[in-house]
């Protein structure tokens, strides 16, 4: 109580709200707090963007910055800003994509953007918990910005030990995860790797320590005494110090375990463990499974730790293919695209507001808007948002198959429609491709490897094609180093 009464006084006394608005200083969202602070708020005048800039100079206040940090999207201490166009350092302020590509033929979206945070639409289902498939944005326990440090150990036992050349197994794994990740981020989160260059020998024999399918640490007989064991293995060996998660590796040929054992910032074990140095939020281990042919160890970190930091998974993780498995690493970490979609890199924080496109479906009238490929690196809209209720919107993206990809005949590249449906969440069908009917099945390369991945179509569109979806027509003009595409409302 005695904070609030002097957080209240302070507000009034120092004179940076008016007197009628010192108790209603909480906005709903960035386009209501504009409306009294034109280039938003920031916590002190030493605040640095973390964003696309430059940006207008925010108006100064640790008080109302407080009340409404949950807007601070990106970390950095100021809410709302609002970005100066470019070429025009002193033009007025725009909420609408203002990017202009050295692409000759991208081309501004035909009608304004709304704000954003119209399209950032609230998640309703019962399945939130530790991880969420829709705003409001996620107060993660392990950071999803910056730089992180990553450690890499490898295990071994008395009946099991290790070869001696354990880094040409995963090198260029470290490698591609740190890549990826720099990519689906747009920059914003990166890996630091600490790789410990010897065996941890593990106390007692592998058998010991089985475990046959890939469910959390305490979902696993062996899951806590395995992770202790490792740890204690590693600890006195290992400076622990700032690091985030573990990826443990088994020695080669292993088949202790035959899936994968893995636990998060939540599960008790991992809360409670203390190395020399202090607590971990994660860990990994990659069983037999990840050792057949078309599998990748980088994917496998890649998808766990996007649950630590709060990304849900997509559908569910046994018996049929869920329709957006193939489509997103987090519906399935050895999927083919192995791509992260718009909607979670726009929920993660990970795409600018610029790079948004945010359109009430009622307002939309012959949208023309050119795509910038998600993954590619240069300016322009990249993911559009199209709100048909408060639950449910219509999502449109631009894809490539990338060097993560497992390739197709066919290539998969083209335009991906899809709904979101916040009365669903995690685990659940929240994300499902809108495609033509009639599309054949296609194998990709790593599913071909192995003759255990199931063939999916390719539910991207190509010049010329359309679906209509939620009362609107999305027809796909022109394919090139941005695609184009007509929307328009029945």
Known sequence: MKKKIAFATVLVLLGLLPATQASGATFKNCAELRNTYKYGISLSSKSVNQGVGPIFTPRVSAAVFRLNKRLDLDKDNIVCEVRRPNSAQGATPTTSPTAAPSDQNYEAPSLVSDDVELCRIQEASRSRGMTGAGFPAWNTLTPSKGV????????????????????SRVDDQMALLSEWFATVSGGKFR??????DKWARVAGKSTDYAIDRSVNVGDAANGPKLFRAAMDAADPHFDFSNIQTVNFILPKGQTFITETSQGFPWDQVVKDYQSKEGKVASYSIPGMFFDLPGKAYWSYWAHEFGHAIGLPHIGTSRGDLPPFNPWDLMGGQDGPSRELSGWLRF????????QVYCKDASKVQDLRLSLVPLSQASAGVKF?????????????????????????????????????DATLGHGENFLTPIYPAGRPNQVDSCSA???????????????????????LRVEVLSLGTVDKVLVTRK
Not at 148 to 167: M, R, S, T, Y
Not at 191 to 196: A, D, G, I, Y
Not at 347 to 354: E, M, P, Q, S, V
């Open 191 to 196: 890996v630091e790797w600490v790789v410990l």
């Open 384 to 420: 559009a948002v199209i709100p048909i209720t408060k639950t449910k919107a219509v999502l449109i993206e631009s894809r490539r198959e990338t060097k993560f990809s497992c390739s197709t005949t066919p290539a998969r590249n083209g335009v991906l429609v899809y709904t979101y």
């Open 449 to 471: 490897q192995n003759n255990r991945g199931v063939a999916s179509p390719n539910v991207l569109l190509s010049k010329g094609e359309s679906i209509e979806v939620e009362g």
């Open 148 to 167: 992180v440090k990553w450690a890499l150990i490898p295990i071994d036992f008395e009946d099991l030990p290790g070869e001696q050349n354990f880094g």
């Open 347 to 354: 929920f993660a924080g990970w795409l600018n507001d610029d």
